[in-house]
């Protein structure tokens, strides 16, 4: 977005045509659902355990779905969960085509989706299509025999002294990009872990197998994926370097197969790009219909940490616009299952992000790969929930589809006994009174991750039963902030701009909309500000649509009185767009 003053001090670019960006919306090929959704990501394997074998399953899960049908989120993205050896958290796929019985079978999924559809629920899960598991039966069959058609699904050398080299992306415990296979004697490519070969995803026989793996999903009962890697997909690979000829077909011919199963299948990619590639991703519309907007998750979880505005500013500088009638949209997001990558921000921020929020000591450090935390929201805003529940309201009142953390709505800490990004998984927190904080009734030492609540001396470990249903709880503010969005098609559909506050601890920007102007406030310091903010609306139908702020309609703006962290979001009709 363009942040330059708009006459009437609003920042931005201003689309007037609405109307005509509905009509390509309704008819560009964009289904609508995704961008009206809020997202709940969790792992299956650590929300709740049904059988008592210290693994989370999907039964679990169904039992819990009136729990995130309370916290109003509408679209479950679920990490994977296929057959996997689990050293990379299930993104190192052992079968693509079946659940890992530990966490339950086919017909349990399907027991889900139908459970899902009869709530009117999405569904998205995770598609890892860069690499597959050294366990996998194509790298087996691969390594046995140099004459197998799998062995042109990975990536050899025999020449590694001539092979082309590049930083691998778990730098601390990976040397490079080649590990050498005992059995077919030669080195094979992994931009991950060793155990991550990457896949000849040039090669069309591997292609096919990809696009069959997504129908194969697709038919039965997902709404979309999450596409794992797919930067790392299309970077130069192998010996020689070979990148894919055209790497947007790709993704235009995954997006078509997919709409020949399911006309509202979505993709959202996980492209960490560079801000001035992104656009690449969404390939004219042809391409993946949402992008991972880890811009925006470095800003923004950044600016509200040290409560300055200008991170939002930046953020909103550097990343293409979303556009309501157009193709590109943004998956927007606090923290993931991964670490709090920093490496968006400008360097002096991130130098000071590094050891602002730096947590440890005694041998433990959160700070990994050179490039982040393994912490979480509460970890980073020491545990402040006003300053969790602003920041979710803020997300949600973002230009792009939000997903929830599983575990951030309620203030899960980090466990950095734990090691590498495990600290960040833990099971979920359902109630402290019970063994295993309800999450499992099986012996502590027989779970997956263990459940935090040992490892931070003093710190309060969350959990839901001491939120849910309590007025004024973490848990209750969120699924307010979930609500409001639910009842604000604006953020969707309507035309986004900043509008400038001084001071610049206070954040605002407005949605325009069929005549009516969706206002958003947030007071990013811990101290009470009063500002004037410019928002031209009839005083008689101004409504508050989230927060208890004080306001006052004036004409000059709106001025609004926010306790520290507060937050209000204001709906009004335009008297601009009333014709003055
Ligand atoms: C991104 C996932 O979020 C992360 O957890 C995983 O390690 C890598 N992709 C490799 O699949």
């Not at 363009?2 to 289904?31: L, M, S």
């Not at 990976?174 to 080195?187: P, R, T």
């Not at 006994?417 to 499992?440: H, I, Y």
Request: aromatic residues 12%; proline residues 5%.
């Amino acid at each position: 977005m363009d942040v330059d003053a708009n006459a009437d001090g609003t920042r931005g670019p201003r689309r007037a045509d609405a109307a005509a960006a509905a009509e390509v919306f309704a008819d560009g090929g964009h289904p609508e659902w995704y961008r009206d959704a809020v997202v709940y990501s969790l792992d299956v394997k650590t929300f709740q355990d049904s059988d008592g074998d210290g693994w989370g399953d999907f039964r679990g899960l169904i039992d819990r779905l009136d729990y995130l049908e309370d916290l109003g989120v509408d679209c479950l993205w679920l990490r994977p969960f296929y057959p996997s050896p689990l050293r990379d958290n299930g993104y190192d796929v052992a079968d693509y085509r079946d659940v890992d019985d530990r966490l339950g079978s086919l017909d349990e999924f399907a027991e889900l989706v139908a459970e899902l559809d009869a709530r009117g629920m999405r569904l998205v899960t995770d598609l890892v299509l860069n690499h597959t598991s050294t366990d996998h039966e194509w790298f087996q069959r691969a390594r046995e025999d140099p004459d197998s058609k799998y062995h042109d699904y990975y990536l050899w050398t025999s020449h590694i002294d001539d092979a082309y080299h590049t930083g691998n992306i778990f730098p601390e415990f990976e040397d490079g990009v080649w590990s050498y296979d005992e059995v077919a004697g030669k080195h094979y490519f992994h931009q991950f872990y060793g155990h991550q070969p990457d896949l000849n995803v040039a090669n069309p026989a591997v292609q096919e197998e990809l696009f069959a793996i997504a129908e194969f999903w697709l038919e039965r009962g997902v709404d979309g994926f999450r596409i794992d890697a797919a930067h790392p997909m299309v970077l130069p690979k192998g010996h020689d370097a070979h990148r894919l000829d055209d790497p947007q077909w790709l993704f235009r011919e995954l997006k078509r197969r997919a709409r020949d199963v399911n006309e509202e299948a979505v993709l959202l990619a996980e492209a960490d790009d560079e801000p001035d590639r992104l656009d690449f991703y969404f390939a004219g519309g042809e391409g993946f219909d949402g992008l991972f907007n880890f811009v925006g998750n470095s800003h923004v979880t950044y600016g509200v940490g040290v409560g300055d505005g200008w991170p939002l500013y930046r953020m909103f500088e550097q990343i293409p616009e979303a556009e309501p009638g157009g193709h590109v949209w943004w998956a927007n997001f606090l923290r993931n299952h991964d670490e709090w990558n920093l490496l968006k921000l400008p360097h002096e921020a991130l130098e000071h992000a590094r050891e602002e929020f730096r947590q440890g000591g005694d041998g433990r450090d959160s700070w990994i790969f050179g490039r982040g935390h393994r912490l979480r929201l509460a970890d980073l805003y020491d545990g402040d929930h006003d300053r969790i529940a602003m920041a979710h309201s803020l997300l949600l009142s973002l230009p792009g589809t939000p997903i929830v953390n599983s575990g951030d709505e309620i203030g899960m800490h980090a466990d950095l006994d734990l090691p590498e990004r495990q600290a960040v998984r833990t099971p979920m927190r359902w109630d402290g009174d019970e063994p295993n904080a309800g999450f499992s009734t099986a012996d502590p030492e027989d779970l997956v991750i263990p459940v935090d609540g040992t490892g931070w001396p003093g710190v309060f470990q969350a959990d839901v039963a001491s939120q849910r249903g309590v007025p004024g709880s973490l848990f209750e503010r969120v699924a307010d902030a979930v609500d409001a969005r639910k009842r604000s098609p604006e953020v969707a559909r309507g035309d986004c701009s900043i509008v400038h506050v001084d001071p610049d601890d206070v954040w605002a920007h407005r949605f325009d909309h069929d005549g009516r102007g969706l206002l958003t406030v947030h007071n990013l310091a811990s101290e009470p500000r009063e500002v004037v903010v410019d928002f031209d609306i009839d005083p008689a139908g101004a409504e508050p649509v989230l927060g208890s702020a004080d306001y006052r309609v004036a004409d000059s703006g709106v001025a609004v009185t926010l306790g520290g962290c507060e937050y209000l979001w204001l709906r009004g009709e335009t008297r601009e767009a009333g014709g003055r």
